[in-house]
């Protein structure tokens, strides 16, 4: 029995090659999860963008007002204990907030909190 460069043989031993790739790499499937954002801005001009990845949340905060800022983030991302970030954020300037995953989860609430940072 003659086979072809592309053999049905060949195919399934690609096809099992990928696969068994696929299992061995688990980094390559993201995690998804909800994000909900709670914005108390106290009237300052403050833009909130999350950008979620595998193993962890960035909250990229960017400062659109002339004074300082000071931002108080609270994570709520259940099963994991809650967690609190302060970030400063200069006028014209955007500075990231970082929550890293400890625990699968499958959605988080962030409370910013931003006020007029003390000189």
Request: with cysteine; charged share 20%.
């Amino acid at each position: 029995m003659r086979y072809s460069s592309r053999s049905g043989l060949m195919i399934l031993v690609q096809l099992c090659m990928t696969s068994g790739f696929l299992a061995l790499s688990p980094p390559l499937l993201a995690q998804t999860y909800a994000v909900k954002i709670n914005p108390a801005l106290n009237g300052f001009d403050v833009a909130i963008e999350p950008v979620t990845s595998t193993d962890m949340l960035v909250v990229n905060l960017t400062n659109r007002s002339t004074v300082k800022l000071r931002c108080d983030l609270r994570y709520d991302a259940a099963p994991q204990p809650l967690a609190r970030k302060v970030t400063f954020v200069d006028p014209g300037k955007t500075e990231p907030s970082v929550f890293k995953a400890k625990r699968t989860w499958h959605s988080v609430v962030v409370d910013v909190n931003c006020k007029a940072a003390q000189p």
